[in-house]
Nanobody, 125 residues
Framework: QVRLVESGGGLVQAGGSLRLSCAASGRTFGSYTMGWFRQAPGKGREFVAA????????LYADSVKGRFTISRDNTKNAALLQMNSLKPEDTAVYYC??????????????????WGQGTQVTVSS
């Protein structure tokens, strides 16, 4: 089972960019679908984006489509989330997650087996 550690969060002005990284330990990273979720204060965990095993397939929440890009590098055991044109409503703790089963909805948090500790993203207006 992989262990996930996120980094790259911080404070940015509206319209700015951040790149989040998710470093995975373990030799089986390439067998996991990877996802990014976020949770704002007082709200539930929300799907952001997911990427398939080889990186050829991606899925985005409508709220981030066209602004965020998910990618992965299986040689480096890493998943990335490039976030552009950030808005104050993007403020949240961002989590990366790994899904081992090939079944199940990529956007459902309950289908993911392993979670990182989260990284805070704050977008000021």
């Amino acid at each position: 089972q992989v262990r996930l550690v996120e980094s790259g969060g911080g404070l940015v002005q509206a319209g700015g960019s951040l790149r989040l990284s998710c470093a995975a330990s373990g030799r089986t990273f390439g067998s996991y679908t990877m996802g990014w979720f976020r949770q704002a204060p007082g709200k539930g965990r929300e799907f952001v984006a997911a990427i398939g095993l080889s990186g050829g397939s991606t899925l985005y929440a409508d709220s981030v489509k066209g602004r965020f890009t998910i990618s992965r590098d299986n040689t480096k055991n890493a998943a990335l989330l490039q976030m552009n044109s950030l808005k104050p409503e993007d403020t949240a703790v961002y989590y990366c997650a790994a899904k081992s089963s090939r079944l199940g909805n990529w956007a459902a948090a309950g289908n993911y087996d392993v979670w990182g500790q989260g990284t805070q993203v704050t977008v000021s207006s």
